[in-house]
C-alpha cells in the first residue's frame, strides 16, 4: 500500500505499457489521490544514449508526438525558456502543440506572480504572442527536447537528433533527489 504524500491516504497506481513506434516499449505509471496529488512517469525499458532532439515547430507539424520523461529538458531557445526537471516533474506523451500550450500556461501563471513588475509581464506577453504566432502559422520556434537517459523523443523525420557528450548529459538536471552527505565519518554515515 503506497499513501499519500499530501493527505496519507491510500494512493490509486495505474501501470501500463505503451509501444511507441521506432522508439521501444515505455512502462507508464500513474498515481493519484482523492485530495488531488497526482504523479506520472515514463520509463523506457530499455538502456538508451543521453540525447538532444531539435525541430522546428510550425503550423504543418504541431501534431508531431512528443514523449518527455521526468528527466526531459525542454528549451525554446528564441523565447529563452528553458524547462527543466525537479523532484516532482511529470512524464507526459503529447504533441508539439501540447507542448507550446504547455509553456504558455507556466508563462500565464509567472505573469500572474510578477503582475506588479511591468518589465516582466510585457516579456511574458510577447512569449505568448510568440507561442500563439506559431500556433497560428505565422512563426516557427525551434523546440530542442534534451535526456541525459535517452528517456524522450521527438518522433518526426524534421526533428534532428544527436547524442549528447558525457560531458553535456553531466550538466543537464535529471529530476532526481541526490543528497550529498560530506564531511561524515563512514560511522556517523551508517546512523543515516
Known sequence: MILCPIC?????????????????????????????????????????EPVRYTIRANRGNLFTKVVRSTSGTIRIPELGVTIEPGPASQAFITNLEGVLRRVADIVRVAMKWNEEDEEKVKRCEWILERIDNVIDGDEELTIILEDPFGNSLILSDESFKERLSELEAKELKTGLTVIELAGFTEEELSRF
Open 8 to 48: 496519507g491516504r491510500e494512493l490509486r497506481l495505474i501501470v501500463n505499457t505503451y509501444e511507441v513506434p521506432f522508439f521501444e516499449k515505455i512502462l507508464l505509471t500513474s498515481i493519484s489521490c482523492e485530495c488531488g496529488f497526482k504523479h506520472a512517469d515514463s520509463i523506457v525499458l530499455g538502456e538508451k
